[in-house]
């Protein structure tokens, strides 16, 4: 079954620490995977984008990685910022049939 | 228009209540995403439509809940003899499949409340 399962579901960091979200997939065959960012009362907008090939890939940040071979992706955000508090989804191109989504991370950043 | 249009933004209605919501996708844009999001939770897949495809309803809660899309844009999702538990911020997405780097662009969503 094609799932993508994100932990952990919620997390609480103090501004400026650094954090890791996580991504798990059965999505097969895959195309490429999205961490997508929604801020409270607005739709999640895309952060970054990789495909089979790339491992790593940065926006600022933001630095997303992933392993194909594992099936396995991470967001990791530096010197976090109160406006990093949101939900972060992790979504799945299956083979460009069709998006799984994750359930998303629920990111708090306390000052 | 340039993004995903929802509507109404928000929405309040009395227990057994039918209510629609309207999604305006992308212009082209053959995949349409309904998904629901209850307060602090996660994303709820409800219903997928591709093309002329028969869509995937296997997300849709129960046999109050359906949606169509018709002529291959606008979609409407309805939801009859409302339920408090029906509360929630309803979310529409849209995307060209077919295309490798494809992504969903999602409407502002529209906030159900149920009384």
């Known amino acids: 079954k094609n799932q993508v399962e994100q932990s952990p579901q919620s997390l609480i960091i103090l501004e400026g620490k650094n954090c890791t979200l996580q991504?798990?997939?059965?999505?097969?065959?895959?195309?490429?995977l999205r961490w997508y960012k929604q801020d409270t009362g607005r739709g999640p907008v895309s952060l970054t984008i990789?495909?089979?090939?790339?491992n790593t890939k940065s926006n600022g940040r933001y630095t997303a990685t992933l392993d194909a071979d594992t099936k396995q992706s991470s967001l990791h955000i530096t010197a976090s910022q109160l406006s990093d508090s949101a939900s972060y989804i992790c979504?799945?191109?299956?083979?460009?049939?069709?998006?799984?989504f994750g359930t998303g991370t629920r990111l708090q950043v306390f000052p | 228009g340039a993004g995903v249009s929802q509507s109404p933004s928000n929405k309040v209605t009395e227990k057994g209540k039918d209510v629609e919501l309207r999604c305006d996708p992308i212009?082209?844009?053959?995949?349409l995403y309904w998904y629901r999001q209850s307060l602090g939770q996660g994303l709820e897949f409800l219903i997928y439509?591709?093309?002329?495809?028969?869509?995937?309803k296997s997300g849709l809660p129960s046999d109050r809940f359906s949606a169509e899309r018709t002529g291959g844009s606008v979609s409407t999702l309805t939801i009859q003899r409302t339920q408090q538990e029906d509360s929630a911020v309803y979310l529409c997405?849209?995307?060209?499949?077919?295309?490798?780097?494809?992504?969903?662009?999602f409407g502002q969503g529209t906030r159900l409340t149920v009384v």
């Open positions: 997405a849209s995307s060209s499949q077919g295309a490798r780097d494809t992504e969903a662009f």
């Open positions: 991504c798990n997939y059965t999505v097969s065959p895959f195309s490429n």
């Open positions: 990789m495909t089979f090939s790339e």
């Open positions: 979504v799945v191109n299956h083979n460009t049939d069709k998006l799984i």
């Open positions: 212009s082209g844009h053959t995949a």
């Open positions: 439509f591709q093309g002329n495809s028969a869509p995937d």
